[in-house]
């Protein structure tokens, strides 16, 4: 598994089609979703309170202008400023195109270069729905005994570390992490209305909780000083203990690009940071005798 799996792309799902409720309805809709005030929405997109009133009730119709205006203020999804765009019955703006798309090609070969000059920490490219679209090496050595239909393409990367024959098994902070998960999920599916997501969310939660020791509880507690909630896998070398950052593009106006994230992961210790070291060598070992 390396950053090359950018060439077998996950199954393209259907794109957005126009919506069955009014423009304004959807205003309104994102609106609250966003928990604001006509008042606050108002004075965000600097127009009257009482012609976004208008607009949600059907009594203007928004220009194309506007119509952006007021999704850049709602912080509306790329995908879904292009429903709103064809329910007031203008085009859609925003391209979505394959990764291995020409156009995209820039981008692909900054996702490549990030991903491999991470290593040899582990470091992988999801989509919005978390499924995996690349990866370095240094994941590989993490999959271990993972079921083999858990790794057959389109992969997704929360299946894949919260089920019974996934990585939950060898998480040593399992309950710690399974809930930092779900928090990020559930604020994701806030943001974009997502029902893939939903229903994903719906299946992760169905899995075995994990029990919580006493012992483990009062480590919960004590790692509430810290920075950030740590990943802390079982190896046959011993525990290894991550934290992680997630990295997106900057303005995207691609649909692709503003759905796809960069997480990477950095050694929490110095025996992760060693171990990983040495497994880094004993795969460019591996590599050199089979070349």
Known sequence: ?????????????????????SIGELLREWRQRRRMSQLDLASEAEISTRHLSFLETGRSLPSREMLLHLAEQLEVP???????????????????????DPGLQAARQAIDLVLAGHEPYPA???????????SNRAVASLLVGIAPALLE????VLRLTLHPDGLASRIANLSEWRAHLFTRLRHQIELTADQTL??????LSAYPAPRVRPSQRGATERKQTEMVVPF????EAGVLTFFSTTMIFGTPIDITLSELAVESFF??????????????????DTDASEA
Request: proline letters at 7%; glycine letters at 2%; hydrophobic letters at 40%.
């Open 1 to 21: 598994m390396n950053t090359k799996m950018m060439q077998a792309q996950p199954k393209q799902l259907p794109e957005s089609t126009q919506s069955t409720q």
């Open 78 to 100: 790329l995908r879904e400023r292009n429903v709103l765009l064809t329910t007031a019955g203008f085009a859609p703006l925003f391209l979505e195109r394959a990764l291995h």
């Open 124 to 134: 992988l490219a999801i989509d919005r729905h978390w499924t995996l679209v690349a």
């Open 153 to 156: 393409p389109p992969v997704n």
């Open 198 to 203: 939903v229903e994903l969310l719906e299946e």
């Open 232 to 235: 802390q896998i079982m190896s």
């Open 267 to 284: 050694p929490a210790d110095a025996e992760t940071r060693k171990i990983m070291r040495s497994l880094a060598g004993e795969q460019e």
